[in-house]
């Protein structure tokens, strides 16, 4: 899996490449990238929750972020989070 997360033009599917308008069709990209943004805020605060022992919040947050933007990494969190609340 690449470092983006798997983030690419809605449009026409070209590889993420850091820019707000697509490379290869000029897509504005812009909100995409708030969604992929916002959904590493809410996996740092749900990491956060569980450091604190916030188990139900931290499974909310991890939940979320991957309802904005699935990853991997999300899923490991949202696996861990799961965990910490009994298996839910």
Known sequence: MSGDG???CPVCKAR???AAECSRCGAD???PMLLA???YVLRQQ???????GDARTALAT???AQGLHATAEGGLVESACKL?????
């Open 37 to 39: 943004s916002h959904a």
């Open 16 to 18: 993420f490449r850091g």
């Open 84 to 88: 910490a609340n009994g298996g839910e």
């Open 62 to 64: 991890a939940c979320a």
């Open 46 to 52: 749900a990491r956060q929750a569980l450091r604190s």
């Open 6 to 8: 798997g983030l690419g």
């Open 29 to 31: 990209l812009t909100a």
